[in-house]
């Protein structure tokens, strides 16, 4: 049995759920290792060896460590290309160009505005900070105007890249989750035809709807 790979940080983290939705989408074992970044373990040596900027997820395999979760997302896909979700980035160039175009817009476009959301609106009432309205006013606007153009994408094709699911579509899945489902704010989403119809197919997923219950049920750390 191929020993699992092992992925370091907390289970709440959006970039580490991004990280488990990939390998269980291509059947890849894995070890989920808590990081408890309350009490600044995402700071200790042990932990900086193998994240040196200290930040998480931290990936590990008999062959190499990463450190950002899109980038591991396509080194899983292609090292493990062969078993799980064959498709889950592409099966040629094309199709890896598309994915890749969408990824990317999700990294520069989406992710910005909608991780200030999910701090402001999810994460700093939990924390008892105070909300800074402005800055979410601000960013519910941006985020508007690139659902606006994700509304267009997806009356045209079933997914982001095409007619499949793929890793563009599993990268907004972590940020959507706590959007729809951990603030007052769903409407963003299901408010659109496209946008709602492709969120509730892609949020059904198996593998998804694990890593979901891996978050209600988390391990202690």
């Excluded at 990824?103 to 992710?111: H, K, L, T, V, Y």
């Excluded at 105007?145 to 094709?157: A, C, F, I, T």
Aim: aromatic share 10%; proline share 6%; charged share 25%.
């Amino acid at each position: 049995m191929a020993t699992p790979v092992k992925v370091y940080g907390p289970i709440l983290s959006t970039a580490v759920s991004r990280v488990l939705a990939c390998l269980l989408e291509k059947n890849v074992q894995f070890q989920l290792i808590p990081v408890n970044m309350a009490k600044g373990e995402h700071k200790k040596p042990d932990y900086l060896k193998i994240q040196p900027f200290g930040q998480v997820p931290a990936y590990q395999d008999e062959d190499i460590t990463l450190f950002e979760s899109r980038s591991i997302n396509r080194y899983i896909c292609d090292k493990y290309g062969s078993q799980g979700n064959k498709g889950l980035y592409g099966t040629n160039p094309l199709e890896k160009a598309s994915i890749d175009q969408w990824i990317e817009a999700e990294g520069q476009s989406f992710n910005p505005p909608s991780s200030v959301l999910v701090f402001q609106l999810a994460f700093a009432p939990r924390m008892k900070i105070k909300q800074d309205e402005n800055l979410i006013r601000q960013n519910e606007e941006k985020l508007k105007k690139v659902l606006d153009v994700y509304e267009k994408r997806l009356g045209d094709s079933q997914f982001l890249a095409g007619d499949e699911f793929t890793l563009a579509d599993l990268s907004h899945l972590p940020n959507i989750q706590y959007l729809v489902n951990g603030t007052d704010r769903a409407d963003l989403f299901t408010s659109r035809e496209n946008v709602g119809r492709w969120w509730g197919e892609i949020s059904s997923r198996e593998s998804w709807k694990k890593v979901v219950e891996m978050q209600t049920s988390p391990p202690p750390s």
